[in-house]
């Protein structure tokens, strides 16, 4: 696509690979023209499963949709993407995350999912029996989990859509839950944080991006949490 006149407004691209389908991305300060929209098509029409994209400041347009983006968090639960729905990096990654959380999880019955996505963990720790609570705030990829196609064995976590950043769970909400598990974005949860830290929480299991973003976090934590 770098010959295609279009290409001259893009700033950059993202990918992303469902189980079921691609979708691309481009990043732009202007949205595309009638041209650029012919020229998109054009060049993809003969790609299946593409997923098309032009994201700028004024917000998504979706130029193409040939078959909905599918993920399979675990087997026979599929959950239907929406346009820029957070991912992991690659799925090796996601397995390895998946497996690290089930591994320090033991008898604890009640569990939340902070910043939880479409549901990348919460899924396979209800698969393994754990009641879950999941938190999100995008709407979208919340709408997404609930709607989300599950076998009639696997008891469904709960989707709410929450802020945690401006309103994150308090003290108290937090103590009922047996174990805590939190994904936070690359700027970090440093008011989520705070309330863990005052929590009667037991265990809490942290993944993070942010090495920074991670260190101002867990000062909360080192410094008031018991």
Known sequence: IADQ???QKVQGLSLTKAD???EITFVSDALPSARDKMDILTSFQE???IHLTWHCGNG??????????VMQFVEGTL????????????AQAQKVM????????????????LYAGCGTFSFPMAKKGYAVRAFEGDGKMVQAAQQAIVPTTLSKPIFQQRDLYKKPLAPKELSEY????????????????ENIAMSKNKKLIVISCDPISLERDLICLYRDWE
């Open 5 to 7: 006149p279009f290409a």
């Open 47 to 49: 790609k299946e499963s």
């Open 79 to 90: 959950v239907t993407l929406p346009s820029g729905a957070f991912m992991q990096a690659t």
């Open 178 to 193: 047996d174990a805590v598990i939190i994904n936070p974005p690359r700027n970090g949860a440093s008011p989520q944080f």
């Open 98 to 113: 998946t497996d690290i959380i089930l591994e320090h999880l033991s008898d604890e019955k009640n569990v939340a999912d």
């Open 60 to 69: 998504d347009e979706i130029i193409l949709k040939n078959n909905p983006l």
């Open 20 to 22: 079921q389908g691609m």
